[in-house]
């Protein structure tokens, strides 16, 4: 095909150009597809035969020996078909890619990849220099779009079927699905012809084929060929297809007397190779240019060639478009293209979330392969979550899976910037362990121990664990409980406060009221009689002092806030709270070695062991329902019991609303509800991102969790504290503080002013006697003078 190519080429170059002063003389050898042959052959073309340039190897493998030999001779390299990446031009200067090399490819095939949401893929190449080159280039595009490739499947081009098929075993074993494959022609059709017989072209698998493969794809290959790759998708460089061309190459081949072989895309590159050769040799030979050489005249030349643009200025064909094809009956089914501009799209719809048409996939099938495993746990109570209905081991009907975690994991999917098929694999859980599937769905909680094993999404719903223990009377109600509306300081201090009021207005009172008079047991009775009787506004005196008065209003005001203040919270305490919690303490619980409950399977086991100091074991007893949570409280096998607090809201809004039970204690925060991975899971980001979308969307999760939970389970977030029944708190003197404050300074005033007075009024009666006691003293002094003069 590639001679025919060539020759067609040379007739017609010069058909158009028989004025240029130079010929192209093809000296033709074959290497046999052998690499010492075609080392030796080009080594005879330039030692003895003294040719200008070699136009080949058609291989990789074959190039990387005559680059070397063309590097000795000085002889310029053009191969139209050495793709392999390994082989820079950029290594000699006189090798020359009249193709584009393997690594234009691998961001188309990346695209491919990520749109149908693969997370993982398997490169399958052949082991030669052009299959070695790629899967490095293929390997870190594939790991830019977030998928693994776990590990890589070489396959000898000698390989006989046997040993293929026995390779195809292993990777059928690995439970992949998704294959990348990379291989010549020769190869290529080998290794399909044993992949159907190893029943891996049917429903379930994906298959796609690079460049090289694609090329050679013709339906002209044959029935057994084509019929081997039904539903395989491939990529390769978009070309106009040239219509006279390819009726002149049907016609020559009639003229031959045969069936007109496959005309590739090789073959365009090697008619364009002549056409770039000739240009060329005749411009270096007639119009020479100083120190310009055959090779700088080659990478300059530039026309409209049958494969596209002919330009070499990268030292290679530089890529512009691909298109993706499916292999369809005997056709080859363009279902979208790529390029590095746009991505991927089909028709004028590339801005659409299906970037491809739908293909037909192996097995006859629309369905895409390799559906993601969705382990989804087997519970039989708190079905608001998880519900798995109709299904068994060994039932092959799909099962019917419903429940909250299920419709936010379908919202999620629909969030996803690709499709992605799946299917729910229920699984009961055993001792808390997460089987491996490719995700768990439910209501799996996040916790670091967890963490070690599995990659979590993003939270979809906040958590935390709590413990639900039974009500009892409460046993402070008795006689004494009239007592317990004040605190014991609070009591002390109204106490201090009536005789300290007592006191200030017996002083004021004492010398100008009669009633506050008499003998010192009756004013002693007054001063506290007068001050309690206050309490119940039963005071009968009559002040007079105006100190007096302005205490009393005051101490009034304050004993009827405290008065009024004491009746409500007695009332409360007699008529609302009649039950209380029977443990409020996790510790009291422990150290009394009560045993607890808690859902089985769950991490909450841990947790009390761990960090709650439940050591023994045989005190923790797993339940799996409502029911069985009540019948264990209302016997009293369990002191409380231990979960998530979604599970206990929903435990209570059953059998909590005759406050039979009620949630205590404090609330041990989790990082909430999430969805599980397995390590290192490229579909963990792209699920965050989509959860993000989803519960940001506040109406959309309110319809979904109001379908599921009552309007008393989601009026508070499921982290956020439970609302526990507290008991009646006493008050306390800190409610009173600033009462208190107002009529001790009025009091105190009162007192200071009271004993100002009585000083002052010492002080005056004690000048006064003074003054007197002075006044007879001078009497008397002049009575004495007085009565001797007159005795003398």
């Not at 084509?226 to 460089?237: A, C, E, F, I, K």
């Not at 990268?314 to 979208?336: A, Q, S, T, W």
């Not at 098929?421 to 769905?441: H, Q, R, S, T, W």
Request: hydrophobic share 40%; glycine share 6%; with cysteine.
């Amino acid at each position: 095909m590639a001679m025919r190519c060539i020759q067609m080429a040379h007739q017609d170059f010069y058909k158009n150009y028989s004025h240029y002063q130079t010929r192209l003389d093809l000296r033709i050898r074959d290497s046999e597809n052998d690499v010492v042959k075609a080392a030796s052959a080009a080594f005879d073309l330039m030692k003895n035969e003294k040719v200008h340039a070699v136009i080949g190897p058609l291989f990789s493998e074959q190039a990387r020996f005559i680059i070397q030999l063309g590097q000795k001779f000085r002889v310029p390299i053009v191969s139209f078909s050495a793709t392999s990446p390994s082989l820079p031009p950029i290594r000699s200067k006189y090798f020359i890619r009249t193709a584009q090399d393997d690594c234009s490819q691998v961001e188309a095939i990346a695209a491919i990849v990520e749109a149908y949401g693969w997370h993982e893929i398997i490169p399958i190449y052949e082991d030669t220099e052009y299959g070695n080159g790629l899967i490095p280039h293929v390997t870190d595009a594939l790991e830019k779009v977030n998928t693994r490739v776990p590990y890589r499947s070489a396959i000898n081009p000698n390989s006989e079927e046997s040993e293929i098929l026995e390779e195809l075993k292993k990777l059928n074993q690995s439970g992949k699905r998704i294959f990348l494959v990379h291989m010549t022609g020769l190869v290529g059709h080998k290794f399909f012809l044993a992949v159907n017989k190893a029943g891996m072209m049917r429903e379930g698998y994906g298959w796609v084929v690079t460049e090289g493969l694609s090329n050679v794809l013709d339906p002209n290959l044959g029935p057994q060929a084509m019929d081997s790759m039904q539903g395989v998708l491939g990529v390769r460089p978009k070309v106009e297809k040239s219509t006279s061309f390819r009726n002149r190459w049907k016609a020559s081949s009639t003229k031959q007397g045969g069936v007109s072989s496959p005309l590739t895309l090789f073959g365009l590159w090697a008619y364009d190779t002549i056409w770039a050769m000739a240009m060329a040799v005749e411009s270096t030979f007639t119009n020479p240019k100083g120190n310009e050489t055959l090779v700088d005249r080659i990478l300059s030349t530039k026309f409209e060639g049958l494969s596209g643009y002919f330009n070499l200025s990268e030292r290679k064909l530089k890529p512009l478009e691909f298109e993706v094809f499916n292999v369809v009956g005997r056709k080859e089914r363009v279902i979208g293209h790529w390029s590095p501009q746009r991505g991927l799209f089909h028709d004028n719809n590339w801005n659409s979330r299906e970037k491809l048409k739908p293909p037909i996939w192996p097995g006859d099938t629309t369905n895409q392969p390799t559906k993601l495993r969705i382990g989804v746990p087997i519970r039989k109570g708190f079905v608001q979550f998880v519900k798995v209905e109709t299904w068994s081991s060994s039932n092959v009907t799909p099962p019917d899976v419903s429940g909250f975690t299920i419709d936010v994991f379908l919202e999620v999917v629909k969030a996803l910037p690709f499709p992605l098929p799946f299917e729910f694999l229920p699984f009961k859980i055993d001792n808390g362990e997460i089987k491996e599937y490719d995700a768990v769905v439910g209501d799996i909680t996040i916790v670091a121990s967890r963490a070690e094993h599995f990659d979590f999404t993003l939270p979809y719903s906040e958590s935390g664990v709590s413990m639900v223990v039974s009500m009892k009377p409460d046993e402070r109600q008795n006689m004494w409980i009239f007592l317990k509306p004040l605190s014991p300081s609070l009591w002390l201090t109204t106490a201090a406060a009536f005789v300290f009021t007592g006191i200030i207005i017996w002083l004021h009172e004492r010398r100008t009221n009669a009633e506050f008079q008499g003998s010192p047991q009756q004013q002693l009775g007054m001063m506290f009689w007068f001050s309690f009787s206050t309490l119940v506004f039963a005071h009968k005196e009559r002040l007079v002092n105006n100190w007096s008065r302005f205490v009393l209003i005051l101490w009034v005001f304050v004993v009827l806030i405290i008065t009024q203040s004491y009746t409500a919270s007695l009332a409360s305490m007699l008529t609302v709270q009649r039950l209380q919690p029977k443990f409020m303490n996790v510790n009291v619980i422990r150290k009394n070695n009560y045993c607890v409950g808690y859902q089985k399977g769950s991490f909450v086991k841990m947790l009390l062991k761990n960090q709650l100091g439940f050591v023994d074991e045989t005190k923790l007893k797993p339940y799996e329902t409502p029911e069985e949570y009540d019948r264990a409280l209302s016997s009293g096998v369990v002191a409380a019991v231990f979960d998530e607090v979604p599970y206990l809201k929903i435990f209570l809004t059953k059998y909590g609303s005759n406050s039979k039970y009620v949630m205590v204690g404090p609330t041990y925060k989790t990082g909430g509800f999430g969805f599980a991975f397995p390590l290192k899971s490229p579909l963990v980001s792209y699920f965050s991102r989509a959860i993000l979308n989803v519960t940001q969307d506040e109406e959309k999760f309110d319809r979904i969790r109001s379908k599921y939970f009552s309007s008393e389970i989601i009026s508070e977030e499921y982290g956020s504290g439970p609302s526990i029944p507290q008991t009646q708190a006493s008050l306390t003197l800190s409610n009173f503080g600033g009462l208190f404050i107002i009529t001790g300074v009025t009091s105190g005033i009162s007192l200071l002013f009271y004993l100002f007075k009585f000083v002052y009024s010492f002080s005056e009666e004690r000048s006064s006697l003074w003054l007197l006691q002075l006044k007879a003293q001078i009497v008397k002094c002049l009575d004495r003078r007085d009565s001797s003069l007159s005795y003398e």
